[in-house]
């Protein structure tokens, strides 16, 4: 019988309830490797640019990156706007031209970064928003990690 529901989609997590919530809570508080704050001092927002429909081709590595790495952003940069636009395109044509781009927005309104993502890998993309952002890791004592409840003893010996 196939899993259904998030359960095909979150691959590895374990059967149980409470540990795939811990599970996905834990994944979106991040590591060391993949949380970092933005100053927002300087910047302001964040907007994604990513076609509508894409299952292969040269945005794949920023629709990977909306999906592993853009909640983990959120969750540690809570008073920097973050949102994404879909763009839906039909023809050939419209596909090349769709943008696959990262803009994040000053508080210059006449400055903004861009950062083209087309063909690029998911890191890569994460890579080149903390040098243009000169973001700063969140250090690890910062980072909340939930432990899995304790498993009652058997009483019968």
Same mark, same amino acid.
């Given at each position: 019988?196939?899993?259904?529901g998030?359960c095909?989609?979150?691959?590895g997590? /374990? #059967?149980s309830?409470?540990?795939k919530?811990? %599970?996905?809570?834990?994944?979106?508080?991040g590591? #060391?490797?993949?949380a970092?704050?933005?100053?927002a001092?300087?910047?302001? +927002? !964040?907007?994604?640019?990513l076609?509508?429909?894409?299952? =292969?081709? /040269? &945005? @794949?590595?920023? +629709?990977?990156?909306?999906?592993?790495?853009?909640?983990?952003?959120?969750? =540690?940069?809570d008073? !920097?706007?973050?949102?994404?636009?879909r !763009?839906q &395109?039909? %023809? &050939?044509?419209? @596909?090349? &031209?769709?943008? #696959?781009? !990262?803009v994040v =927005?000053?508080?210059?309104?006449?400055s903004?970064? $861009?950062i083209?993502c087309?063909?690029? =890998?998911?890191?890569?993309?994460?890579? $080149?928003? @903390?040098?243009?952002?000169?973001?700063?890791n @969140?250090p690890? $004592?910062?980072? /909340?990690?939930?432990? /899995?409840?304790?498993? +009652?003893?058997s009483w019968?010996?």
């Amino acid at each position: 019988m196939a899993k259904s529901g998030s359960c095909a989609m979150f691959k590895g997590l /374990p #059967s149980s309830r409470i540990l795939k919530q811990i %599970t996905r809570l834990n994944a979106i508080a991040g590591t #060391s490797e993949s949380a970092y704050k933005f100053d927002a001092s300087k910047y302001t +927002k !964040i907007e994604l640019f990513l076609q509508q429909k894409n299952i =292969h081709g /040269p &945005a @794949v590595g920023l +629709k990977k990156f909306w999906r592993q790495n853009l909640p983990t952003l959120k969750f =540690h940069n809570d008073d !920097i706007q973050f949102s994404l636009t879909r !763009i839906q &395109a039909e %023809t &050939a044509a419209e @596909v090349a &031209a769709c943008p #696959s781009k !990262i803009v994040v =927005h000053s508080v210059d309104p006449a400055s903004k970064i $861009e950062i083209d993502c087309k063909g690029k =890998h998911s890191s890569v993309i994460l890579n $080149e928003l @903390v040098e243009a952002t000169k973001a700063t890791n @969140v250090p690890i $004592e910062e980072i /909340p990690v939930l432990r /899995p409840p304790q498993q +009652k003893e058997s009483w019968a010996t």
